[in-house]
């Protein structure tokens, strides 16, 4: 089984520097344009299936992605974003700025003490959420399937500390996907070959 998991395309909270989590924001222009040029270069390679986040910038991002192949985009709740609760629409600076409240600004470098904010998730909530999607998908496809899941920034990398079996601590290992970028992983079993982190498409 061959995975292409792509990130949406760019929001207006993207360019804000906005932590968008389980919030609903629709495509900016720019993401839409993104989404595009990326369908017209993948346009010949065949999928099996797509699933898709149901928050409107990941939908909206596969079904530009499909293209004209006759799939469904299927809306799987689990690959929803992070819940960020009470810092949602606030600035990446709360968890980013080593003087923010410190259970918040080990996000990126140390995950692993990393704290749900009030009406929030913590990242253990998000990948158990990866990992049982993982395992639906398993258990359905197990030849040389190709599937295209179209989710968020935290949630692909949820989904890849699964597949790559890594500690909490390595959360964030390799690079912060682009929008619109894929992270393209082959499954065989317990192995895993990993062909590209955060291809780009559209440059």
Same mark, same amino acid.
């Given at each position: 089984?061959?995975?292409?998991?792509?990130?949406?395309?760019?929001?207006?909270?993207?360019?804000?520097?906005?932590?968008?989590?389980?919030?609903?924001?629709?495509?900016?222009?720019?993401?839409?344009?993104?989404?595009?040029?990326?369908?017209?270069?993948?346009?010949?390679?065949?999928?099996?299936?797509?699933?898709?986040?149901?928050?409107?910038?990941?939908?909206?991002?596969?079904?530009?992605?499909?293209?004209?192949?006759?799939?469904?985009?299927?809306?799987?709740?689990?690959?929803?974003?992070? +819940?960020?609760?009470? @810092? &949602?629409?606030?600035? =990446?600076?709360?968890? $980013?700025?080593?003087?923010?409240?410190?259970?918040?600004? !080990?996000?990126?470098?140390?995950?692993?003490?990393?704290?749900?904010?009030?009406?929030?998730?913590?990242?253990?909530?998000?990948?158990?959420?990866?990992?049982?999607?993982?395992?639906?998908?398993?258990?359905?496809?197990?030849?040389?399937?190709?599937?295209?899941?179209?989710?968020?920034?935290?949630?692909?990398?949820?989904?890849?500390? +699964?597949?790559?079996? @890594? &500690?909490?601590?390595? =959360?964030?290992?390799? $690079?912060?996907?682009?929008?619109?970028?894929?992270?393209? !992983?082959?499954?065989?079993?317990?192995?895993?070959?990993?062909?590209?982190?955060?291809?780009?498409?559209?440059?």
């Amino acid at each position: 089984m061959e995975l292409y998991i792509f990130r949406h395309g760019r929001t207006v909270w993207n360019a804000q520097r906005k932590i968008q989590g389980d919030t609903d924001i629709a495509l900016a222009k720019e993401g839409i344009d993104m989404a595009k040029a990326v369908a017209e270069k993948i346009a010949d390679i065949h999928f099996d299936a797509i699933y898709s986040s149901p928050l409107q910038r990941a939908y909206e991002t596969a079904c530009i992605l499909r293209g004209s192949r006759a799939l469904e985009v299927i809306k799987d709740d689990r690959l929803r974003e992070l +819940n960020f609760g009470v @810092l &949602e629409g606030t600035s =990446f600076d709360n968890i $980013q700025n080593s003087a923010c409240d410190r259970r918040y600004s !080990v996000f990126f470098t140390q995950p692993e003490l990393y704290e749900r904010p009030e009406g929030g998730e913590s990242l253990e909530e998000l990948t158990d959420r990866a990992a049982d999607f993982l395992k639906d998908l398993k258990a359905k496809y197990h030849g040389d399937e190709r599937i295209m899941i179209v989710a968020h920034g935290a949630m692909n990398k949820a989904l890849l500390k +699964n597949i790559r079996g @890594l &500690e909490m601590k390595d =959360f964030w290992a390799g $690079q912060l996907q682009h929008n619109c970028a894929a992270a393209i !992983v082959r499954i065989d079993g317990s192995h895993y070959e990993m062909i590209d982190e955060n291809k780009v498409f559209y440059e």
